[in-house]
Structures are given as C-alpha cells and as structure tokens.
C-alpha cells in the first residue's frame, strides 16, 4: 500500500498482575499515545468457598484492567472531541 499517504503508529499495552493471598490485581498500562501513559487497574478474590485456580483470577483481574483502559480511552476520546468541536458528544462515554 505504499503511496496511499497512510500513517502507522504503535501503542504498546504492558500488563503486570501480582498475586497477594486470594487476591490477584492486575495494571494495564498504554504507551505511546500521545500525552504520555494510561493505566487501568483490575482486581478479582476469590471466594472462600470456591476452588483457588489462579488462572481464573489472572483472567478476570487482567480483563477488569483492559475494560477500565478501555473506558479511559473513550472518555478522553469524548473529552478530546469537546475541546475540538466545542460541541458536548454523544453516544460515545463508556
């Protein structure tokens, strides 16, 4: 596709999750977005009364982590497009 005049950027997202007892918590972290980082944060416990898999917490705190990201983004996307437009967004805020 050259010639086309498109732009490639890349945005590299990092997760770390640590274990503490039957608590998991994950960081998702965004780089490379103009203005810097975001972080999202995720957590999961497990119940007592429940089996301990680990992989279940990771799973869950990791897709908390990426879900709270995720409305960052939209909500600076919104933000961004008020500033722009001068205008309030709809439909758009997580």
């Given at each position: 596709?050259?010639g086309?005049?498109?732009?490639?950027k890349?945005?590299?997202?990092?997760?770390?999750?640590?274990?503490?007892?039957?608590?998991?918590?994950?960081?998702a972290?965004?780089?490379?977005?103009?203005g810097?980082?975001?972080?999202?944060?995720?957590?999961?416990?497990?119940?007592?009364?429940d089996?301990?898999?680990?992989?279940?917490?990771?799973?869950?705190s990791?897709?908390?982590?990426?879900?709270d990201?995720?409305?960052?983004?939209?909500?600076?996307?919104?933000?961004?497009?008020?500033?722009?437009?001068?205008?309030?967004?709809?439909r758009?805020?997580?």
């Amino acid at each position: 596709m050259a010639g086309t005049g498109e732009r490639r950027k890349t945005w590299n997202a990092e997760i770390n999750i640590v274990e503490a007892g039957t608590e998991v918590r994950a960081e998702a972290r965004l780089r490379g977005k103009e203005g810097g980082q975001m972080v999202g944060e995720g957590t999961a416990k497990c119940n007592p009364a429940d089996e301990n898999v680990p992989a279940i917490g990771d799973e869950l705190s990791v897709a908390r982590a990426l879900s709270d990201l995720s409305h960052q983004l939209l909500s600076r996307a919104a933000h961004d497009i008020e500033v722009h437009t001068a205008r309030p967004v709809e439909r758009l805020h997580a």
